[in-house]
């Protein structure tokens, strides 16, 4: 089982920048486990935003983020780090992240909910003048 806990969110004018952090902790191992980055709007489905492999070699964004967004780890401190640039309105939502036991999603670009089994309690982002 792994535990995991968001932190960073806030509010911040269009165009600033945020990094939120996903602490891990539990009998599992971190470096066992690809990491995502998923944000949910109100209204709106939860929908993936980028994704890391166990070991950090592979990343993944989906394209609204590409370029802005900067995903990471540090399995030695078993975190995990969604760095954010250039943020707008439309980034306005809860982020979570959440663990998936293979690196399959991450290899091939997709967020599938039900393949990451373990969820944070989400961080709030928003992005407002």
């Known amino acids: 089982q792994l535990h995991l806990v968001e932190s960073g969110g806030g509010l911040v004018q269009p165009g600033g920048s945020l990094r939120l952090s996903c602490a891990a902790s539990?009998?599992?191992?971190?470096?066992?486990?690809?990491i995502a980055w998923f944000r949910q709007a109100p209204g709106n489905e939860r929908e993936g935003v980028s994704s890391?492999?166990?070991?950090?070699?592979?990343?993944k964004y989906v394209d609204a983020v590409k370029g802005r967004f900067t995903i990471s780890r540090d399995n030695a401190k078993n975190i995990a780090y969604l760095q954010m640039y250039n943020l707008k309105p439309g980034d306005t939502a809860v982020y979570y992240c959440a663990a998936a036991p293979s690196d399959f999603d991450v290899l091939v670009g997709r967020f599938p909910l039900d393949e990451y089994h373990y969820w944070g309690q989400g961080t709030q982002v928003t992005v407002s003048s």
């Open positions: 539990g009998p599992s191992l971190f470096h066992e486990y690809a």
């Open positions: 890391i492999s166990t070991t950090g070699g592979n990343t």
